[in-house]
């Protein structure tokens, strides 16, 4: 098979999973943006983590927040938890890698926060910790996942939101989490400076 084609089925591919996704993901994804900007006008923040790619993401989404999506606006408290390498290192050794999200979550956590938690497949240990971790502190959850859901899925409580990618290609999930963490950005934007035309 040519590269070129390799290329173009690829972004077929990508097209696809998006318009399969927004089928199904548009309210819980409106209803997580109205979630955050509720949470950001109460003056709370909102923590991310994930790993790997979902790493890039979290941090990508607290970039934002923290500076600007695409407009003027005062930065917003958004704190990635995958940023600190002698937080994230010194956990790991002390404890175990599976706490390096949750121990940062309850010392950071406060009543009425978020907690993006972002594991292409539901199963990060690590990632579902902290899921654990902002309940005890009383705080709200959005989920990105894909395929089944996995393990975030069960652990889902009332005023959390997931927003499930129905994907079982992690690049394809990946892609659809991008996304998302951009209409985010665009709807809290919109509340907070203004209606636009996208």
Avoid: W
Avoid at 103 to 110: E, F, P, S
Avoid at 141 to 160: E, I
């Amino acid at each position: 098979m040519e590269n070129t084609e390799i290329v173009s089925r690829l972004f077929a591919a990508s097209i696809a999973t998006k318009r399969d996704a927004g089928d199904v993901l548009v309210e819980p994804i409106a209803e997580a943006a109205a979630a955050m900007t509720r949470c950001l006008l109460a003056d709370h923040k909102i923590l991310s983590c994930g790993n790997g790619g979902s790493a890039a993401d979290a941090q990508h989404f607290s970039s934002e927040l923290l500076n600007r999506f695409d407009r003027d606006r005062p930065g917003l408290p958004g704190i990635a938890l995958t940023t600190d390498s002698s937080t994230l290192t010194s956990v790991s050794n002390d404890y175990s890698y599976d706490e390096i999200f949750s121990k940062q979550v309850a010392a950071l956590g406060r009543r009425g926060d978020m907690l993006l938690a972002i594991s292409t497949s539901g199963n990060s240990a690590n990632v579902n910790r902290a899921i654990e971790a902002a309940h005890d502190r009383e705080m709200n959850v959005v989920a990105l996942s894909g395929r089944d859901g996995g393990a975030m899925a069960a652990l889902m409580r009332p005023g959390d939101i997931e927003i499930r990618v129905p994907s079982e290609v992690t690049a394809r999930v990946q892609e659809v989490h991008l996304l998302t963490i951009h209409c985010l950005c665009e709807l809290i934007d919109q509340t907070l400076i203004g209606p636009r035309d996208v």
